[in-house]
Each structure stands twice: as C-alpha cells, then as structure tokens.
C-alpha cells in the first residue's frame, strides 16, 4: 500500500461483468493524490478480498456473507440466454423460462444468479467457469443463461442472446469492511451514489464552531478613516402652533 509520495492508495476489486471505469474516472478528479488501484477477481473472491485486507472495497454480485460488510446494492441486470446464431431463440426478440423446457442448459460452478428451478434439461457437465460453459455452447452442447453483462462479456462471433424475461435476476453492489469505513471510502460512496463534489454527504462536514469567525468590517471613507454610522433621525413633525 505504497504510492511514492503519498504512501496510500485505494484498491478496488470487481467481479466480472461489472465497469468500475466510470466511477474510476471521477476519483482520478476528485483524489488526485491518491491512485485507485483495480483488482479483478472471480465473483467468488471479492469478498475473500475484502475480509483479508486485500482489497479496501469492491463490487459484488448479491447474494454474499455480509458478516462485517456493510453494502449498498447499486443496480439489477437482466437474465440472458447464450445461443448460437442459428437456434430458434435467435428468431425472438425475448424469450420466457418456459421456452427452453427442451434444451440442456449449463450451470458453471461459478454462477451467480439464485435458481429456485434452473430452466431446461441439465446438461452433460457442469463448466468450472462462465467461460467455458461459452465455449461449449458455441461447440452446440447446450445453453447458458448469465445476467446480461457477462454474455457481452464473453460476445463471440457464432453466438447471441436473448432476454429471458421470468428467469431471476442478478444484483450488484458496492461492499466493504464496515470497520474500515475511511475517508477515502467515504469518498468511494459519494462517487459511487453521484453526489456532487460540494455535497455535504460523505466526509464529516465541519461544524459552525470550527469556522473562523468572520469580521465585519466597515468602509473606508474616502481619507482612509473608518467611516461612521450613525443612527436614523426620525422626521419631526409640524410644530403646533
């Protein structure tokens, strides 16, 4: 955790799929002096980062242990189904659970969306990686349904997608270790929830008692003198006669 002058930097792991370069371009604006270092990481390992001191924050995909994490869920991503280009799925323009009753589909060990009943027939094996079970569809063993990002992700040429709209759904967020909530996270979250760089959330703002006070100060008249006010006169009215 060095950084020449500085001696500090923030690391921030990401599981695949998600774009971190956003969020990353506005901390290089709003923290200068302090690098943001990118650590990708199977989906599986972002937490495993952040319990071991390995990464300061990270994007996650919901569900995961949050024993001392604090989260902000950030977006959902819709399911998709991978097939090749001349599958009949490829003729519509989205698809439902029901549809692919008749063909396998492969479930990779490292999937993160929560299957109640996973749709289809279970296919010959089940892939250790998202990858792989790409390259066994477009050998046409089967089908692969992934939340959106990790099917473009993964795009190939012989291959497209189509929404699956019944199929659950895949969450992302931001997470880290509460008891590391610093400054520079605090900034990370502000970023993240698009506050603007004068936005009062975040870092502690300072109290009205740490202000310096400020003086009133009085003009100068013309001969550099402080000039003197004095009060109203009030209108006296007609003298009685």
Same mark, same amino acid.
């Given at each position: ?30 923290? &200068?002096?302090? @690098? ?7 989906? =599986? %390992?972002? *937490? #495993? +980062?952040?319990?071991? !001191? ?64 996973? &749709?289809?027939? @279970? ?7 998202? =990858? %792989?079970? *790409? #390259? +066994?569809?477009?050998? !046409? ?101």
């Amino acid at each position: 955790m060095t950084d020449g002058e500085t001696g500090r930097e923030f690391r921030l792991a990401y599981a695949p799929g998600v774009t971190p370069a956003k969020w990353v371009n506005v901390w290089a604006e709003r923290v &200068p002096d302090v @690098p943001l270092k990118l650590v990708a990481v199977p989906a =599986a %390992e972002v *937490v #495993e +980062l952040l319990r071991d !001191g390995r990464a300061d924050a990270g994007f996650v995909r919901l569900p995961i242990d949050r024993e001392g994490l604090s989260v902000i869920p950030l977006y959902v991503e819709t399911t998709v189904v991978v097939v090749p280009k001349d599958h009949a799925v490829a003729a519509a323009d989205e698809v439902g659970v029901a549809d692919l009753a008749d063909d396998e589909t492969f479930h990779p060990l490292d999937d993160t969306i929560e299957w109640t009943a996973r &749709p289809g027939l @279970p296919a010959f094996t089940r892939p250790a990686t998202t =990858a %792989e079970a *790409v #390259e +066994l569809v477009a050998a !046409g063993s089967g089908l692969l349904l992934v939340p959106q990002s990790l099917a473009r992700l993964h795009h190939r040429r012989d291959l497209t997608y189509r929404p699956v709209l019944d199929a659950p759904q895949s969450q992302v967020a931001l997470a880290w270790p509460t008891d590391a909530t610093t400054d520079l996270m605090e900034d990370f979250i502000g970023i993240v929830r698009g506050r603007t760089v004068n936005s009062s959330r975040g870092r502690t703002p300072v109290s009205p008692a740490e202000k310096p006070a400020q003086r009133q100060t009085r003009k100068p008249t013309q001969n550099g003198s402080p000039r003197r006010t004095t009060p109203a006169r009030k209108k006296k009215g007609p003298r009685p006669r």
